[in-house]
């Protein structure tokens, strides 16, 4: 079987979504299409606006065949981390092939850019520290130090889609993965202010629903997507950001002050100015606000605050083996599609009453955290059913 498999966040589900499934599945023509999902929280640490299974709901609809959890320990991870992680459950479960979007749809360049950070020379090396020296953060330094070393590397690696990319195709190299790569062009403005309905920004979607603006919000979602978000606006059960702030500050507040220094990617002192602040700010945006400078980036300093949320440490992730247990979130009723992941070491749960035995600890802990900050029960994570279409 050709089974295409799609690392996903779809926070929430965009019609710029849907082109990808449907242009990766027109590319390929595979057997099958495996989504790897971040479950309640992103890979920037922020909660997801509607519930996994919701998400999965969308991707179904929009012509996806199964979608698994990608565990919350690989899933709220730097881009590196983040695909290695992905990569490893894909792989696990069969897949043949990763589609991502790219803004360069020129797989050649791409993987020279892959190779550079493989095996960078020494001048390479050189400039990246220098880069950092001077006080520029890590992705300008990368940029700075890959131009040097390979022309037009840096403008490739400043595009966060062509990061995220590169990444992909590292893990596949490093896990030996059987994996071939197809690359589906970015099309619109990743980072723009204003909703594009044809291919929005999700975080331009997320920010017109934030401020009420309903209206502007919803052309650019398809009708699976655009009745789930409009069902959990009226039942009030979007993330409340008031609720995340006192949950966020109270844990900050309780935490000893060891503590800090070992969370996950905590180094260059923004884990002595996170201990230092938390008693003095009132609001998780003031924090967010006062953290973020040119060396500490705002995903930086997010992902940093919802780590400390659950509890992971710097030397519990480094140590972390690859996700041996995914939870099945959403299937399309097809017998033969569980021939792909039958008999594999990697293993598949349905989510549900039946999950608990096998869950992450991580994994539990952030299911209830999100139901909390959404007004839900913390009995969610085993009442919500794999979804079956």
């Not at 479960?93 to 790219?102: D, N």
């Amino acid at each position: 079987m050709r089974i295409l498999g799609v690392v996903a966040e779809y926070d929430p589900f965009h019609r710029g979504h849907a082109y990808h499934l449907s242009e990766a599945r027109r590319l390929l023509s595979p057997d099958a299409v495996f989504v790897a999902l971040s479950p309640c929280f992103t890979q920037r640490g922020a909660p997801s606006l509607l519930s996994p299974h919701d998400r999965a709901a969308c991707a179904l609809a929009a012509g996806a065949d199964a979608v698994f959890a990608l565990p919350v320990t690989w899933a709220v991870r730097d881009a590196e981390n983040y695909a290695l992680g992905a990569v490893s459950l894909l792989a696990g479960l069969g897949a043949t092939h990763l589609a991502f979007g790219a803004e360069e749809p020129d797989l050649s360049r791409l993987r020279a850019a892959a190779d550079l950070l493989d095996n960078p020379p020494e001048g390479f090396t050189r400039a990246l520290k220098a880069a950092l020296a001077a006080g520029a953060g890590y992705p300008a330094a990368l940029s700075q130090a890959a131009e040097s070393a390979l022309p037009g590397a840096g403008a490739l690696l400043s595009a966060p889609n062509n990061t995220l990319a590169v990444c992909y195709l590292r893990a596949i190299r490093r896990l030996k993965a059987v994996l071939e790569p197809v690359v589906v062009p970015r099309l619109g403005a990743y980072r723009a202010e204003a909703v594009d309905a044809a291919f929005p920004s999700a975080s331009a979607v997320r920010s017109a629903l934030r401020r009420g603006d309903w209206a502007g919000a919803m052309p650019a979602l398809p009708p699976a997507s655009a009745s789930r978000v409009r069902a959990a606006g009226l039942a009030g059960t979007l993330p409340d950001p008031a609720a995340w702030d006192l949950l966020l500050l109270s844990h900050l507040r309780e935490m000893p002050k060891e503590a800090f220094p070992a969370l996950p990617d905590a180094g260059e002192g923004l884990g002595n100015a996170l201990e230092s602040l938390r008693f003095t700010v009132l609001s998780g945006e003031e924090l967010r606000r006062r953290l973020t400078s040119r060396r500490y980036s705002a995903a930086r300093v997010s992902r940093l605050l919802a780590h400390a949320l659950l509890g992971l440490t710097g030397e519990g992730l480094r140590s972390l083996p690859p996700p041996a247990d995914t939870l099945l979130l959403g299937l399309r009723r097809n017998p033969a599609l569980t021939a792909a992941w039958k008999d594999r070491p990697l293993r598949v749960h349905p989510t549900g009453a039946a999950w608990a035995p096998f869950a992450d600890p991580a994994d539990l802990l952030a299911w209830r955290l999100w139901a909390l900050i959404c007004h839900q029960p913390a009995t969610l994570p085993f009442t919500e059913k794999t979804v079956s279409v």
